[in-house]
């Protein structure tokens, strides 16, 4: 199993302490056999989540010019009109998706194009499905436009657990549909802001994947 390079030092600093913790306990003659058991097995669960959370499993993606590629994987949570007042100033379809701590936390971008605009936002980490966590959390805009003129513009947003986004794009660079754009640790959402004439291709609960599901054809 590859692990994605956000994971590789949590890792490390993960395996030294819990090692660590478990030669102090084999030294302490006084520790029940009982206890030292459950240790064991708690420790090597949690282990195996971290290096399950930091997967980074090999896909083959398919570019697609029309249509706009699912920036991550997740439960569809919203699609709603809203008024996106950031960068746009106009109209969107809001498409949100939903990260939970089991789904793989790589984010892809959903188009190809120029990346026009970029900011990071410090913020609260209100739990990532709440109604305000979108201008309250932490997070980051980011708008790509595609080579007709289509202006795309996403968001990364941590939640209550994630604390770190991380992001690898910056204003002016060209970026390919399905390429990595970022990671969010520990549970997160995206939201992608779409021009209000798009076919959509999913639907409210739908479950995704980063970089092959279709959320809509421009």
Same mark, same amino acid.
């Given at each position: 199993? @590859? !692990? $994605? @390079? %956000?994971g590789k030092n949590i890792l490390l600093v993960a395996f030294v302490f819990l090692l660590g913790t478990h030669l102090i306990l084999t030294k302490r003659c006084a520790i029940m056999h009982r206890n030292y058991a459950l240790f064991t097995a708690i420790s090597t669960l949690f282990y195996g989540w971290l290096m399950y959370f930091f997967r980074d499993p090999h896909r083959v993606i398919f570019q697609q010019a029309a249509c706009v590629l699912a920036p991550a994987d997740g439960k569809i949570v919203a699609i709603q009109k809203v008024y996106e007042n950031e960068y746009l100033q106009d109209n969107r379809i809001q498409v949100s998706v939903f990260m939970s701590p089991f789904n793989v936390h790589? #984010? @892809? #971008?959903? !188009?190809? =194009? !120029?990346?026009? +605009? +970029?900011? *990071? $936002?410090? =913020?609260? *980490? /209100?739990? &990532?499905? $709440?109604?305000?966590?979108?201008? #309250? #959390? %932490? @997070?980051?805009? !980011?708008?790509? %436009? $595609? &080579?007709? =003129?289509?202006?795309? /513009?996403f968001r990364q947003i941590a939640g209550f657990l994630a604390r770190r986004i991380k992001f690898y794009l910056q204003e002016g660079e060209q970026v390919y549909q399905g390429s990595e754009f970022g990671f969010i640790k520990f549970g997160s959402r995206v939201d992608v802001f779409l021009p209000l004439n798009v076919k959509l291709k999913v639907s409210l609960g739908e479950k995704v994947k980063g970089g092959i599901s279709v959320l809509a054809e421009l």
């Open positions: 199993m @590859r !692990i $994605h @390079r %956000e790589v #984010n @892809r #971008n959903p !188009i190809s =194009g !120029i990346v026009k +605009f +970029f900011k *990071y $936002h410090s =913020g609260k *980490y /209100l739990v &990532a499905w $709440h109604p305000k966590s979108s201008v #309250n #959390n %932490e @997070r980051t805009t !980011i708008v790509v %436009e $595609h &080579a007709q =003129g289509v202006q795309v /513009l």
